[in-house]
Structures are given as C-alpha cells and as structure tokens.
C-alpha cells in the first residue's frame, strides 16, 4: 500500500513538501486549504488568452493546475502551442504551482462512450487505440521524451486520461504491462505516473468459453465470470509504480461508487477530480462530503483538482466560464469536510 508521505517522498522534482509560503496564513500558523484546478475547465479561455486567464484562476485563489494539452510533433514538445521551457515561466509568472499533467499516446482516438452525463456533451469521454505488441515501444518512446519534457516544466506528476481500447483479456493484461513500464519509467526520473479514468474503465472485461470476449458479446451464465476493467487495473499494476487519479464524476457515471473503491483499495487514490453535472455542489448530484472524508480516511487522498467539463457550452448558462470557476472555488473553500 502507498502511503501519501510515499507519494510524496516519491515526487521529488516540484515543492515535495507540498508546502508552500502560501499555505501559510498572515500568522504563519495553521495551513491553508490548497484548491487545485485542472486547467481544461478553462480551455476556451486558455485560448483567447493564456497568461491573463491563468492568472485569473490566481487571483480567485487556487493554489495549483493541472495541465492540460501536452503533445509532441517532430519528436518535440509542446503544452498548448508553447515550449516546455516559455510555459513553465508563464506558469512561474502568474504564481500556479503546475503540480501534474494529462497527456496520452498519440494513437488514434474514439469518442466511443461520449454519453456525457446525459448532456450528448461526453467529448472527454475518449479512448485510443488499443495496446499492441507491435505499438508499445513508440508508446514507451512517447512517454520517455514527455517525463524530461516535464522535467523542463517543473511538473513532477504526470498522468495518462485516455483508456487504450480493450476487446479481450490479452488487452487488459498488455494495458496493465504498459501501464507498469511507463510507471517504471517515471519512477527512474524522480517522477510518478498514473492514470485518469472516465466512464468506460467501469464496463465489465471478461471471456467467453471458447473465444475471446468482445463488447458486443453478451455476458451469460455461459460466460467466465467477468471483471470490471478499473478493477482489473487496480489489480494488475504496482502500486509503487502506478497511482489512480479517480473522477469521481465519471466513476458515478459508470455506476460504481467512488467511496467503495477507496475502501477496497486503500492508499491508491492520491489524486481525485472533484467534478459534478455543472458548478460544483450545485446539483445534488454527487456526494462529495463522503466522496472527501473517505479519500483522506481511507483513500490516500493528498491533492484534488475541481474540473467543470460542461459548465456553461455556448448559450447553456448565464453565467461566464470563469464565474462557474469562481462558484466551484467557493464551494470547496467553504466546505468543512474539504481540507
Ligand atoms: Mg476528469
């Protein structure tokens, strides 16, 4: 089991304390809550205008982001458009602290379980290709250039978001193996490694006498008894080696409770997305106080980023994007079960 001072201990590029002046009240006594936000709650913004939108989210208050948008063309590097190097010092500019960051393969990607909350609005809800024999070694190739990419930004965490599609047992088990070598590889940086879920991870894996399992198959008495694919992960990689952000949101949406999960496999969620329909704790929609005490008691909780993925599309809400941001913010930091 890993313990959050493990994970901390293990994340030795970036304030491993995990303390910062900031955290310091004007009397320097008790600690301050620390809010995170993963940046693609702002990516229409980002886009007009990066350094003034991420300083926006400063001065609403939150104490570090998440990256989102790193990707590589011509074996280079690059977060939104931006060199390692000029976005770490816009970052340093606006005084974020970038504590972690999403990224994928560049394999081709599926919109394959975009249910999107029952909004038809799921374009998050991605999958790539699947893992194979012949494609692993360009995937570990892709991480390797991406953990010293993140090197050069000061980001000591990074985190895969996108599922590798699975059709059989094989695939679920090759996942897990890759999963293992990209962790072992960040490990040897000084880095961590760990993987980001949406809704599909929750559909249930499994073989059918004689033949391979497909999703199209249907699960009979015929059937091996099946797993669900989260539980697979969980079971498969090495906790010194892969973390579990979990979206909460997303494991909701695939029908399982995240408080279970921190129950059944303690010390394997240090990360968290702490995401609801809309604005956070606007809909009644997720439990968050229980989501929050079981994730410090039992769950590994060290860090959470708020993410709004559907907070006001074009014409849905009266309020901004960034008003959405701001409302979030005040719910977290006025929740007491919300350290
Ligand atoms: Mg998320």
């Not at 570090?64 to 816009?90: M, T």
Request: with cysteine; proline share 5%; hydrophobic share 35%.
């Amino acid at each position: 089991m890993q313990t959050r001072r493990e994970f901390l201990k293990n994340t030795t590029v970036v304030a491993a304390s995990g303390l910062t002046s900031a955290d310091l009240t004007a009397s320097g006594a008790a600690p301050a809550k620390r809010i995170g936000i993963q940046t693609y709650s702002i990516r229409r913004q980002l886009k007009q205008d990066m350094a003034g939108s991420l300083k926006a989210l400063k001065d609403i208050g939150f104490s570090h982001v998440e990256l989102y948008g790193y990707e590589q063309q011509a074996g280079k590097g690059s977060v939104l458009g931006y060199s390692p190097k000029d976005y770490r010092k816009i970052l340093r500019d606006t005084g974020l602290e970038p504590t972690s960051s999403h990224l994928e393969p560049p394999l081709p990607s599926f919109y394959k379980f975009g249910d999107g909350g029952g909004t038809g609005k799921g374009e998050r809800s991605i999958q790539i290709a699947a893992y194979t024999k012949e494609n692993t070694g360009s995937i570990l190739e892709f991480w390797k250039r991406a953990l010293a990419d993140h090197q050069e930004l000061g980001v000591p965490v990074v985190v895969q978001p996108a599922m590798p599609q699975v059709n059989s047992l094989d695939d679920a088990k090759r996942v897990c193996e890759v999963f293992n070598q990209t962790g072992e590889l960040a490990r040897k940086a000084g880095m961590r490694w760990g993987y980001h879920n949406h809704s599909a991870e929750f559909k249930r894996i499994g073989v059918k006498r004689g033949e391979d399992w497909s999703p199209e198959m249907e699960i009979t008495k015929d059937s091996y008894p099946s797993e669900i694919f989260y539980d697979f992960l969980l079971k498969n990689t090495d906790p010194g080696l892969v973390f579990f952000e979990m979206d909460v949101y997303w494991a909701v949406m695939g029908q399982c409770d995240p408080v279970a999960y921190f129950n059944r496999y303690p010390g394997r969620f240090p990360l968290l997305h702490i995401k609801d329909r809309d604005i956070l704790g606007s809909t009644g929609f997720m439990n968050f106080e229980n989501i929050f005490r079981a994730g410090y008691a039992k769950g590994g909780l060290e860090r959470y980023y708020a993410e709004l993925e559907y907070a006001n599309p074009a014409g849905s809400s009266p309020l901004s994007q960034m008003e959405s941001v701001r409302k979030s913010y005040e719910y977290l930091a006025n929740a007491a079960f919300v350290k």
